[in-house]
């Protein structure tokens, strides 16, 4: 019987549970009030405290990354179903104008929100990778993210825990 590699270098199995768990922990999701204001791709404002009220779906992308444009159907599919209760901001991280995504994301069928952050980060969102997703409540406070490309169902799921651990902190 060959040991797992963990147990094999001397460490019990709660410390590799304590490694796993303070690696979870290592992208930061701070309860605190998040806030951004950025042109979308008609050139309107989009300041995130105006969805105060609702949960909101940040999701950070390039067009040059190719699990960014596979997931970005995948968000609409979750809009369309969701819209009424959550809202979703895309926010793309190239260095391009409104002029030169506009068709691109016409192309794709999205009519959420998409952002223009003109190739600058945006204050408080961490963006360790692209695609990265992030949940936002209703009081403006970021309590998840998702490094890596995201779907509907997944979206959906992850909502809905979210939502009833929000409700039995109450």
């Known amino acids: 019987l060959k ?5 094999a270098y001397g460490l019990s199995r709660s410390s590799v549970y304590l490694v796993l768990a ?8 701070r309860a605190q009030g998040v806030n951004f204001t950025l042109l979308d791709i008609n050139d ?3 300041q995130l405290a105006d969805f105060r009220g609702q949960w909101v779906i940040v999701n950070f992308w390039a067009s040059w990354c190719t699990p960014c444009l596979l997931e970005l ?15 979703v901001i895309s926010v793309n991280l190239d260095d391009i104008t409104a002029s030169e995504i506009r068709p691109f994301v016409t192309q794709l069928g999205v009519t959420f929100p998409i952002a223009l952050s003109g190739g600058q980060s945006v204050p408080d969102f961490e963006v360790k990778g692209l695609p990265t997703t ?4 209703p009081t403006g406070q970021l309590v ?11 979206l959906t799921k992850r909502l809905i825990t979210l939502k009833r651990t929000s409700e039995s902190a109450r």
């Open 3 to 7: 040991m797992p590699a963990p147990i």
């Open 22 to 29: 303070l690696l979870a922990l290592a992208y930061p999701v």
């Open 44 to 46: 309107r404002s989009i």
């Open 73 to 87: 159907p995948e968000l609409q599919a979750f809009y369309e179903v969701n819209s009424t209760s959550t809202a």
């Open 134 to 137: 992030f949940f936002i409540s």
């Open 144 to 154: 998840d993210a998702h490094l890596g490309a995201v779907n509907a169902a997944l």
